[in-house]
Every structure is written in structure tokens, then in C-alpha cells.
């Protein structure tokens, strides 16, 4: 019904944001990963997924269109609701979500607070097809360069960036310079950021 809302932020917070348009003041619920991209914003355009239950009318709040289409993904998939696919989104990256369910990692959707072996093994069934064919070679990383990822993410988080933000540059300098070290490829992202 709604394909985006733009406007002023009125109110952000980890787990929802009102959006002021025309007048009007929109809350959307927002996953972590929305949240760090609109942080430090004044005004956004915030792209919508509209759920009209019994009892409610609720709005979900995404950065990106690609995020919006994942969370959509897992909402066709029995027994995961809205508030399951938004820890989801919460808890992991939409690209390392992509990339769990393209590599059958089984552990890292079991990882996510409501999601149990069950759950997990049906979404990789329902959207291998769906969302693995999205996931590009380079976003299924080796263990030893997903380690110096995770780390470097980690401390670039720990210094005070948002984690989006880090985490798009430090997949640009690692796709530049395959086999480096975790302190160069924090050195090399930190001049990007």
C-alpha cells in the first residue's frame, strides 16, 4: 500500500522511528541495521512494508529496498512472523542472512534469540532458491577472511562507526585486497570512513 515514506525524524530508536510527513507522524517499526543507517540523520526516506492484522496496523521500516525484500522473504516462510524476521534482521546483516541461508549455516540462523533447528532448516528449504541465487560469490567469504571480517567489523564498531556503514567499506577493502591482515584492513577502511 505504501511503497516509502520521506520526511523529517521526529524520534529514533533501535527498535522504531516516527517519521514525520505532511503533517503526520508515521511510526515504523526498524531493525539495528535501519538504525545505524539513519543515525545522525535529520530526514529520510524510509521504505515500507504495511501488516494489517485483527487487532493492528503496523508499519516496518527499511533503509534499503533490499532489505525490505528480505524481510518479505522471510515472512512467506511458515512460522516466521514480522517480529522474528526483524530480529533476524536485528541480529545479522541482510548479506550475512543471504549468505547463511545460500551456504546452509544452519548454526548462524539458529544463532538468532526465537529462531530454534526447525525454524532455521525451513528457511534455508523455502529460500535457497529464493535468496541464493541473490548472494554473490564474493559475499561467501572463506572462514579465515570471515574471521578477519568479524574482527575488524567488531573493532570498527567499537571505535564509534555504524556498523552499515563499516561494514560496506570494509567488504570494498577486502574485496580489493584478498589475504591481508586484520590490522591493514581496519587501517585501510578507517581512511575510507
Do not use: W
Amino acid at each position: 500500500m505504501y511503497e516509502y515514506i520521506q520526511g523529517e525524524i521526529d524520534e529514533l530508536n533501535p527498535a522504531y522511528l516516527v517519521l514525520q510527513c505532511g503533517g503526520v507522524g508515521y511510526a515504523l517499526h526498524i531493525s539495528l541495521n535501519t538504525f545505524s543507517g539513519l543515525q545522525g540523520s535529520t530526514s529520510a526516506k524510509v521504505y515500507t512494508h504495511f501488516i494489517i492484522r485483527e487487532d493492528a496496523h503496523l508499519l516496518y521500516g527499511f533503509a534499503t529496498t533490499s532489505e525490505r525484500e528480505l524481510f518479505r522473504n522471510l515472512l512467506s516462510v511458515n512460522g516466521v512472523g514480522a517480529a522474528t524476521a526483524l530480529m533476524m534482521l536485528s541480529s545479522l546483516s541482510p548479506d550475512e542472512i543471504i549468505a547463511a541461508i545460500a551456504s546452509e549455516n544452519v548454526g548462524l540462523l539458529k544463532s538468532v534469540k526465537g529462531i530454534g533447528i526447525k525454524t532455521a532448516q525451513r528457511i534455508i528449504i523455502d529460500l535457497k532458491d529464493k535468496v541464493g541465487k541473490a548472494a554473490l560469490p564474493e559475499q561467501i567469504l572463506i572462514p579465515a577472511d570471515n574471521t578477519i571480517r568479524n574482527e575488524a567489523l567488531s573493532a570498527l564498531v567499537m571505535l564509534g562507526f555504524a556498523r552499515k556503514d563499516a561494514d560496506a567499506a570494509l567488504g570494498k577493502v577486502m574485496k580489493e585486497n584478498p589475504g591481508i591482515t586484520v590490522e591493514a584492513v581496519i587501517k585501510l577502511t578507517l581512511k575510507r570512513l
